[in-house]
Every structure is written in structure tokens, then in C-alpha cells.
């Protein structure tokens, strides 16, 4: 029997593949046995798998082929001591390194137990697909941000991030092309 902190986890993913579906109008789904099949120690079974299968299993969600630059991290906690992030904190740190993809568009979203969700992502990505100067905080080059109509109010430029980057990889148009 899975424990509640599991049970926890994999809701938060689910309830956060379902609002993505909602905002992009395709379809997120949380990766199986999200972390547990190649991370920790299971790392060296990514190794062995193609590319294919290792973007598959990347992140806590498969975003959707149009999508495939995006990379999700999904993370909850009971508390977290905001003021540890004007230092150092350890398990933030190990978070944003799960997170971190080279050439992706990757987000760490993670909650905090009555204190909100958030997304973090790079500093330079945050400045790319976002318009607004809204509260944010700095961490070690993230940014972090509620996630309250965070996607929503930049989804478009979500989506020109992705087009632009596609066009520079040679990559074929796909769902942008339709707005």
C-alpha cells in the first residue's frame, strides 16, 4: 500500500496534468509510476532506454506531442521556511536539479500545505514567456512565482517559446500554427 505522502504526490500531479489540459486544450497525463521507474536508485536504467523512451519519462507529466519541449516537476510539502530561500535550502536545491533540462521549457511546480502552489522555472525562461513584472522572488537564477493564472496569462507566450525553438531545431509546426 502506497504511502500518504505517495497518494499525495501523485493527486497533486494528476490535479496539475488536468489544469494543463485545461489551459493548452491537450491532454497531460501523469508519467506511471512518476520518478519511481528511473529515478534514485533506478538511474542507470535511463541509460538503457532511447531517446524516445527517456523524453517519455521525463518529468512528473507527458505533456502532449505539440508540447514535447516542456518538462513538468511536481512536488509537495507539509512547510517550507520561505526565508531559507534567501539562503540556501537544501531540498529546494535538489528539486531544481530534477527540474532543470537543458532546451526544455521546464517548470517546478510544487504546494506547500496552506501556503499556495507555485512555479519556479529559470530566470531566463521566466523572462521569455512572461510579459508581466508580477511578485516574484529570485533563487539561485529561478524564478518563482504563484501559480495562480500563471499559465493561463502566458500561454501564448508559452506557445510562441515552444514555436521559435521548434523552428530553430528544425523541428515541424504542430499545435501553435492553429492560433
Given at each position: ?36 521507474m ?10 538503457q ?36 530561500l ?32 507555485y ?7 521566466y523572462d ?19 501559480m ?13 517559446w ?7 531545431n ?10
Amino acid at each position: 500500500m502506497p504511502s500518504r505522502q505517495k497518494v499525495k504526490g501523485s493527486n497533486f500531479e494528476r490535479d496539475i496534468a488536468k489544469h494543463l489540459t485545461k489551459v493548452f486544450g491537450l491532454n497531460f497525463e501523469r508519467v506511471p509510476t512518476s520518478g519511481a521507474m528511473t529515478g534514485g536508485v533506478n538511474a542507470a536504467k535511463l541509460a538503457q532506454m532511447s531517446a524516445n523512451q527517456q523524453q517519455l519519462l521525463e518529468g512528473d507529466l507527458i505533456p502532449p506531442e505539440e508540447l514535447s519541449l516542456m518538462k513538468i516537476e511536481c512536488k509537495t510539502l507539509k512547510s517550507l521556511n520561505f526565508s531559507s530561500l534567501y539562503k540556501s535550502c537544501s531540498i529546494f536545491d535538489d528539486w531544481i536539479e530534477q527540474a532543470e533540462s537543458e532546451g526544455k521549457l521546464w517548470f517546478l511546480i510544487f504546494k506547500i500545505n496552506n501556503r499556495g502552489t507555485y512555479v519556479a522555472t529559470s530566470a531566463r525562461i521566466y523572462d521569455d514567456i512572461t510579459e508581466t513584472d508580477e511578485n516574484r522572488m529570485h533563487y539561485k537564477g529561478v524564478k518563482i512565482t504563484l501559480m495562480d493564472g500563471f499559465f493561463e496569462k502566458n500561454k501564448d507566450l508559452i506557445l510562441d517559446w515552444v514555436k521559435s525553438t521548434n523552428e530553430h531545431n528544425n523541428l515541424p509546426p504542430l499545435y501553435y500554427d492553429r492560433f
